[in-house]
């Protein structure tokens, strides 16, 4: 250890002056994925780092993660990227990281000590298992707080890992973030300290989405639904296409369009689904995320009379679903999503069983043919969100969480 102690010394960059570095905290992210595309976490992330910057603080980033190396790159943060390796989520790229594992991390730590150096690091803030189970070790070796944040779906590649007992071990030296209240209950089945686990919920910037923003002009001689999601089997599209083709239009005063935006690998078979359900030119698919930019996003939520996050499988939080309730628009969840356990069914959201394209045709009709449900759902959606995703207060806990002694 002494030896590799003197190799990080001799490689290291030279440690920036004190005047250079006037910020309160010097924060690294570190993400180290076996996917990435620019949704939830990522803009999560995103606008952490930039309210971060906001407030006076250092915000870097270091890791493999493409999205956030191009769009923090783009708001002028410092991006550092990282050789990217096998990660523990599947049996075969589990004995993969095995075997990387120790030059991974020798590489990775190597690059956080010259990064310690060159910003006067305080915090890690670590997103991905691959470098909390191999630079944690070094994090707290090299004097730094290491702050983990849990925002993926947990299931059998967490709980029935063989390197658990490891996550278990570091647990004990970081602080862990979940965000959203389903994941105390995963916390304690992991066997992680209660003590090293924080609950904040995602925020979202009010003075952006609120519900005096100007919609998009989609059309006043339609209904329109909408949802943003990645396209997996996780996020349940393809159960909206079949909740939304078994809708009775007879019963309904003008047609109904629904509008999806998001990219991922089932793109080909929802555009096969809507062919199929002869739903072309009512199903309009906007693909990849910028055919309708991130600025124009509380527009879109705003000009839908329905906003849906059709969630199959547990979802972490859900973010759009906050963004759509901020706006003031009518929002159906699934019970599969995080912020669920944070909503009122059936006074500022509808809640529908996952997987169940009955319920939610059903949802989706009730609001459709009642407008005055639509919009006190819609007038106490916005009112919850107010109250309870404020962006300013979950950056104010992270804070305490990258503070406390």
Request: charge should be positive; proline fraction near 6%.
């Amino acid at each position: 250890m002494l030896l590799l102690y003197a190799l990080l010394q001799a490689t290291c960059t030279s440690p920036i002056s004190p005047t250079a570095m006037t910020k309160q905290l010097s924060v690294i992210i570190t993400r180290f994925p076996y996917e990435s595309v620019l949704s939830g976490e990522e803009w999560h992330t995103i606008t952490l780092a930039e309210k971060l910057r906001e407030r006076g603080h250092h915000v870097a980033f270091y890791g493999s993660c493409p999205v956030l190396l191009a769009e923090l790159g783009k708001r002028d943060f410092p991006v550092h990227k990282a050789v990217s390796g096998p990660v523990p989520v599947r049996a075969r790229s589990l004995l993969g990281f095995l075997f990387a594992s120790p030059y991974l991390k020798i590489t990775w730590g190597l690059g956080l000590w010259r990064l310690k150096r060159r910003y006067r690091l305080s915090t890690v803030y670590m997103h991905s298992l691959s470098e909390k189970l191999l630079l944690t070790a070094w994090a707290r070796m090299f004097g730094l707080r290491v702050v983990w944040v849990e925002h993926q779906r947990w299931g059998k590649w967490m709980f029935g890992n063989p390197l658990r007992f490891l996550y278990r071990i570091l647990a004990n030296y970081v602080e862990i973030i979940g965000v959203s209240p389903q994941y105390k209950e995963a916390f304690a089945k992991l066997g992680v300290p209660e003590k090293r686990t924080h609950l904040i919920t995602n925020g979202i910037d009010l003075s952006v989405f609120h519900p005096d923003v100007t919609p998009l002009p989609l059309g006043n001689n339609a209904y329109h639904l909408g949802c943003i999601a990645r396209l997996s089997v996780d996020k349940g599209v393809d159960v909206l296409l079949q909740a939304f083709s078994a809708l009775d239009t007879t019963v309904l005063d003008k047609p109904v369009h629904l509008h999806l935006i998001g990219e991922g690998p089932l793109r080909a078979t929802l555009e096969a689904q809507i062919r199929d359900f002869q739903l072309e030119g009512r199903v309009h698919l906007y693909v990849p995320y910028g055919t309708i930019p991130r600025s124009d996003t509380p527009r879109f939520m705003k000009a839908l009379d329905v906003f849906l996050l059709p969630s199959a499988l547990p979802d972490p939080f859900g973010l759009v679903a906050a963004e759509s309730m901020a706006v003031g628009t009518a929002t159906i969840v699934t019970n599969a999503c995080g912020i669920r356990s944070l909503l009122s069914k059936d006074r500022d959201s509808i809640i529908v069983p996952a997987g169940n394209s009955q319920e939610l045709t059903r949802a989706i009709t009730k609001l459709l043919t009642n407008t005055k449900e639509r919009e006190a759902l819609a007038l106490a959606g916005a009112k919850t969100a107010k109250e309870h995703f404020s962006l300013d207060t979950m950056v104010d806990l992270y804070l305490q969480v990258f503070t406390a002694q």
